[in-house]
Every structure is written in C-alpha cells, then in structure tokens.
C-alpha cells in the first residue's frame, strides 16, 4: 500500500498528541526549558540538512525566488487563518493556542529531508521504513510539542498525510520519467533549502527570529525547477 507510510506518520502524530494532553500540567518553566531543548535540536537539524547542498547557488536563488512568490501567495497567513478557523471551532481549551500548535507543528513535520525522502521510498520502493522511523520521531515530539503549545498539534497530521500521500503517489510514476542522477540532485537541493527553513523554525521556537517560514515553503519547488534547468542546459 503506497500511502501506509504517510498513514502511520499521521497515526502517530495523533497518539503523540493524546499523550502530550497528560502532561500539560507540568510546571511552566519546564515547559518552556523542554520548548528551547527543542528549538536548539530543530536549529543543529537545520544546519547539517542546510550542509547537503551540491550547489548553495540553488539553495539562496530557491529561497529568495521562494520568498517572493511565498508573500505574494501568503502562506504564513492561510495557515493562520486555517489555525484560527480550527480553533473557533474545536475551542482551545485554555490549554494553548490552536492555530500555533498547527502551524508550528505543520511546518516542523513538513519541511524535512525525511518526509520527502520517505515518501519517494514509499512511492519508488514500496519501502515504508523511513516514514516509519519519522513517525516515531514525530510521535515524540506531538508529546512535547503538545504539552507546550497545546492541542492544536493534532490537526497537524492533516497536513502531514497529505503532503507525504502526494509525494508517495507521483513517486510511482516519477523513476519512468527522471534519471537517477537528477533525482538524487534535486533531494539534495531540496534537503539544504528544507534545512535552512527548519533553522528558521528552531530560531523562532527560542524566541529569537519571528520568520514567516511557510511563505519560504515555495523554495523547495524552486529548488527542484533550477536543479532541473541545470541539467537540461549544463549550466555547472
């Protein structure tokens, strides 16, 4: 089955999130000590994914294009609204606000070499063990995530399900159509750029940068468009 791997990802996103609910009572200044351990781990997951990169040309043309297009769109703002939606809805409960949850739990689950990878392996392969191995490390997080900016992390896996389902269902067309060698440039430049967004999102977990990293989001399409132009033309 193409999409178990995406699947279980979100299962387990879900029991991290119910787990977490048991341990919002512990006292605030753990809560925010565990929340920097985490923006800290996020900021050196960045740096190493942001150290993959063939050719950092891509990686900075992918994000300036990327940040352009991003504000034009509005992501961070969708994203919000569709936070702020979910929470006139579902309430918050005192617990947190749910259009912080979701979107920071969004874009920490979402914008990651793992996720594209696994999905690739789940598409090409029928190969589950990555997402997998992401959805226990995703499942832990829920559990901190949780407990710290509240139940809103749940709705995350919506995303998360799709994003990876999508890749997994074009990975098993796209070896018929890309060469290997492309391929394994473009989940490079992917990677870097990825990787400098999920720095950006461990930045703003500490408090340090307010980035509006979903409108960045658009760098990782980018990224694979110019790796592609590379190619086509020989312009290395």
Known sequence: MVLLGALVN???????????????????????????????AIVVLGVQMGLKSG???????????????????????????????????????GQGSISLGFVTASLVYVVGAMAILGA?????????????????????I??????????????????????????????????RFVPDALLNDCIAEMTAAGGIMIMAIGLNLLGVTKIKVANLLPGILVAVLLVVLVHEFQLN
């Open 55 to 93: 050719d950092f040309l891509i990686v900075i043309l992918s994000l300036v294009i990327g940040a352009v297009a991003g504000e034009w769109i509005n992501i961070e703002d969708k994203f919000t609204r569709a936070g702020n939606w979910l929470e006139r809805r579902v309430g918050s409960g």
């Open 142 to 175: 829920s559990v901190i995530l949780t407990s710290t900016l509240g139940v809103g992390v749940l709705f995350s896996a919506i995303p998360v399900v799709l994003y990876e389902g999508i890749i997994a269902l074009l990975a098993t067309q796209i070896t």
């Open 10 to 40: 979100g299962v387990a996103i879900i029991i991290g999130t119910m787990l977490g609910k048991l341990l919002e009572r512990i006292p605030e200044s753990m809560k925010n000590t565990v929340m920097n351990g985490i923006g800290l």
């Open 120 to 140: 690739l392996d789940s598409g090409i392969k029928g190969d589950h063990q990555i997402l997998y191995t992401k959805a226990i490390m995703d499942g832990f």
